[in-house]
């Protein structure tokens, strides 16, 4: 006997990341000037972080609920950092970013 049963129920990564977002960071690799496109749920406010590599925060940007687009112009040496939105103190979404000049 098979049976399929359908689960809604999050575990491990799956808690952090939740997937009914849409966002996107462009261009990637830039240098250091790039736009986040932007839609959260509900239109409630998020929060962007860019960090080093090692961790450390460098800026946090606020994402207004009736916005969709934010420049970003950051004075970043060429290297790897990484970016996370977030929203209601959730992880939306984190990934890297490449500087290039």
Known sequence: DISVIEDTAYSGINDLIIQDFKIHLYPNPNNGSMQLYYVLEKNQPGELLIT?????????????KDATVLSIQEEL???????RVSMNNKTITTDKIVVIK
């Open 52 to 64: 080093d590599i090692a961790g450390r925060a460098l800026s946090r940007y606020v994402l207004k």
């Open 77 to 83: 040496q060429p290297g790897i950092y990484f970016y």
